[in-house]
């Protein structure tokens, strides 16, 4: 089992920047690599950034190239995603993700619990 909790959700203006991050705990040598995801009331859960956890690869969304980052520590094994430019449309629940590597939720078998993030106009 992989535990992951996240932390640095708030409220920005639209323009502003958050850093969240992840930490993980547990059976961690097994994790191939680790993404973040967002959900809004009534609509599905949407990827926004991956990496593989040995290094080398990065995946983005698109809605979210050249203003966030995803990277990873590994002696902390936590993973943080750093928002900039945020923009009202971004306002969401971001979820952690560790497993696998890909846009597709279901390549992820390890979740965390969620942390808000509101982008005022």
């Known amino acids: 089992q992989v535990q992951l909790v996240e932390s640095g959700g708030g409220l920005v203006q639209a323009g502003g920047s958050l850093r969240l991050s992840c930490a993980a705990s547990g059976r961690t040598f097994g994790m191939y690599g680790m993404g973040w995801f967002r959900q809004t009331p009534g609509k599905e859960r949407e990827f926004v950034a991956t990496?593989?956890?040995?290094?080398?690869?990065?995946y983005y969304a698109d809605s979210v190239k050249g203003r966030f980052t995803i990277s990873r520590d590994t002696a902390k094994n936590t993973v943080y995603l750093q928002m900039n430019n945020l923009r009202p449309e971004d306002t969401a629940v971001y979820y952690c993700a560790a497993g696998g590597i890909g846009r597709d939720v279901d390549l992820y078998g390890y979740w965390g619990q969620g942390t808000q993030v509101t982008v005022s106009s």
């Open positions: 990496l593989r956890w040995s290094g080398g690869i990065t």
